[in-house]
């Protein structure tokens, strides 16, 4: 029997006893019993979800999930699930007899979608009911607007752009093709890039160790002019430094260093974009620079884009801070 206005479509997913204890588990470390209500309840739901992708085969990564965290539960009423390659996947509970759905604001941003799980009295099952991949700034979402569970399944493969969650840095998580910066610029480079970045940026005393750096190498194939078979590969290196303000604003500077050369080739553009894909700002390399850099400032969860351009050659890093 379904519950109130549960959708044709929706699937019940038994809760198991195994799936009850860990979210006991995750509740007793809450300090007051609101909030240890909320995440047994947050957690009931991401495993709920997380078993019926399972079920499909869809990959998922409970232990990268925020919601796993319990400092993170205590912080914020989160109850994501991180889905390996595409990001993270927010599962709302609800009460049996409620017809909306509450989206905190702490959730607004950073999801790749919303799945609303309707909470049977006893915890011992859990009922998808669909999902909507956005929610804006909206603190209440109406059962009536939710995509069927089939449309979910479509919308989860789709290509999704892989961003770098600046933000998630602070907190000694990297993506694994961001290094130490130390581990892929050479000594020499490394004292320059330190020495190039001027004083702007250095953390304010509020945060005397809060500036993070890292490091990706990229690869640009340029094809030599009058022969299609012939190519020549430049490797450079985007070096990433975040450095927070007291208000909540992160200063970010970029730089590009080269890698097995002593100089970048000329004409090497480092651009800025919007997610529109609209140029905010450009720098180009001349003859004999060995780095270019640019500074901008932003605050948490505004997304932009890095592009590195030789001739017809690019590659462009998508960020939200």
């Known amino acids: 029997m379904q519950s109130i206005d549960s959708p044709l479509g929706s699937i019940a997913i038994p809760l198991t006893q195994t799936n009850r204890q860990m979210a006991e588990r995750f509740a007793s470390q809450q300090p007051t019993p609101e909030k240890a209500a909320q995440a047994h309840r947050n957690l009931l739901a991401v495993l709920a979800v997380n078993t019926y992708l399972e079920m499909l085969g869809i990959a998922t990564n409970l232990q990268g999930s925020y919601s796993w965290n319990p400092i993170g539960q205590l912080a914020a009423d989160i109850a994501d699930l991180k889905l390996p390659g595409k990001g993270h996947l927010e599962c709302r509970p609800i009460a049996p007899d409620e017809l909306h759905c509450s989206i905190p604001a702490e959730v607004w941003k950073d999801r790749i979608g919303y799945v609303v799980v309707r909470m049977a009295e006893t915890h011992r099952e859990a009922t998808l009911l669909g999902f909507v991949p956005t929610v804006g700034e909206r603190s209440r979402l109406p059962l009536s607007q939710l995509q069927s569970l089939d449309q979910f399944l479509e919308y989860l493969h789709q290509p999704f752009p892989v961003l770098t969650r600046l933000h998630q840095w602070f907190d000694q998580v990297f993506e694994i093709d961001w290094q130490a910066m130390e581990e892929v610029l050479t000594p020499t480079q490394t004292s320059l890039a330190l020495r190039f970045r001027g004083t702007s940026l ?34 450079v290196a985007l070096v990433v430094e975040l450095a927070p303000e007291p208000d909540g604003q992160i200063n970010i500077l970029l730089q ?25 700002w450009e720098v180009k390399s001349r003859s004999s620079d ?14 932009f884009k890095v592009r590195i ?13």
């Open 202 to 235: 250095e953390p304010a005393p509020e945060f005397p160790e809060g500036a993070i750096r890292r490091a990706r190498v990229f690869n640009l194939d340029i094809q030599l002019a009058g022969d299609l078979r012939d190519s020549t590969v430049h490797q």
């Open 256 to 280: 590009v260093h080269p890698i097995a050369t002593p100089h970048l080739p000329p004409d090497l553009r480092l651009i800025i974009l919007n997610p529109a894909e609209q140029v905010l």
């Open 290 to 303: 060995n780095i270019i850099q640019w500074k901008l400032q932003g605050e948490s969860g505004e997304p």
């Open 309 to 321: 351009a030789l001739g017809d050659a690019s590659v462009t890093e998508q960020f939200v801070i």
